[in-house]
């Protein structure tokens, strides 16, 4: 036996940091059924939306001349871009929220559901570092949900309609393809960043219950309240403060003079949100006593 700085016995050969490596967990992740089930849908959704228009009638044509006052889905059929920015608007407040709150808040809740939480901690494993294997892998294949579906749909948009510029929705302005294409990146990791409060409290209501069904509820939950909340206007500026509000801040992003401010309040209020989420389920957790 082995005794550490800190008068804790080990066993020989023991060491804390090599407990549940990171390929491990993210093996075991995409195992998982609901894996692959979530990304097949999300990678289905851009075609099922191109079949979608393709059937529809009355929508403008790729190259068509259209005048403002149009809205994003009159645009979706412009170009590959256009339509890729449709699909996100439609899925980035509902669609997506379900997918990155199903990979945070299952990852605990999972293993306690399954009863294998307590033998992972009896390996033995950190709690803290426990936790951080878990939620760096949740993390990452949320990214990877939200990133998935707007590429896949710029992919079909282009094979489908075509690669145009970019028609913005209301004013009708074109925007080059080559210049909109990073504006585009931007968006998508705009849309990542303001994902990361489902994902917080996602994690965190999965350290709290046994039950993965509740955490994702939980988190889901919340947004369609911080929604209803948005549209009571007597709230005035308190509405800011909503995880959500700036949600939709990356439409300016596309303008040919884009704005900025919208989405630098996103991110403050989002990672803000973030922090205090992880840090209460990091604390919580360390008390927490593990029967399942």
Do not use: H
């Not at 997506?96 to 945070?104: G, K, R, S």
């Not at 990791?189 to 709290?208: D, E, I, K, P, R």
């Not at 040919?256 to 604390?283: Q, T």
């Amino acid at each position: 036996m082995n005794r550490t700085n800190t008068g804790t016995v080990t066993a020989p050969g023991y060491s804390p940091g090599r407990t549940l490596p990171l390929s491990v967990e993210i093996v075991r992740q995409f195992r998982r059924r609901r894996t692959m089930v979530m990304f097949g849908l999300l990678l289905a959704l851009p075609w099922v939306l191109v079949v979608a228009f393709q059937l529809g009638a009355g929508q403008p044509q790729p190259g068509q001349a259209v005048g403002s006052g149009l809205r994003m889905s009159d645009l979706a059929t412009a170009s590959g871009l256009n339509f890729a920015a449709f699909a996100l608007s439609v899925s980035a407040s509902f669609l997506l929220v379900v997918a990155v709150a199903l990979f945070c808040g299952d990852t605990v809740a999972g293993e306690a559901t399954w009863s294998s939480l307590r033998y992972l901690l009896a390996a033995p494993v950190p709690r803290d570092r426990l936790l951080r294997q878990k939620l760096v892998v949740a993390l990452g294949y949320a990214a990877a949900a939200v990133i998935a579906l707007p590429v896949m749909a710029l992919l079909a948009g282009t094979l489908a309609f075509g690669w145009d510029d970019i028609q913005v929705p209301g004013t009708g302005e074109i925007v080059p393809a080559a210049s909109a294409l990073w504006k585009f990146g931007v968006v998508i990791g705009y849309v990542l960043v303001c994902q990361l409060v489902v994902a917080s409290l996602a994690f965190l209501l999965s350290t709290v219950t046994d039950s993965p069904l509740g955490a994702v509820g939980g988190a889901v939950g919340l947004v369609i309240v911080c929604n209803i909340l948005q549209a009571v206007e007597v709230l005035g500026e308190l509405r800011q403060l909503l995880p959500t509000f700036w949600n939709t801040a990356w439409l300016d992003a596309l303008a040919p003079e884009p704005d900025w401010s919208g989405m630098i309040r996103g991110v403050a209020v989002s990672v803000s949100y973030s922090v205090i989420l992880v840090a209460v389920a990091f604390r919580r957790f360390r008390t927490k006593d593990i029967v399942s």
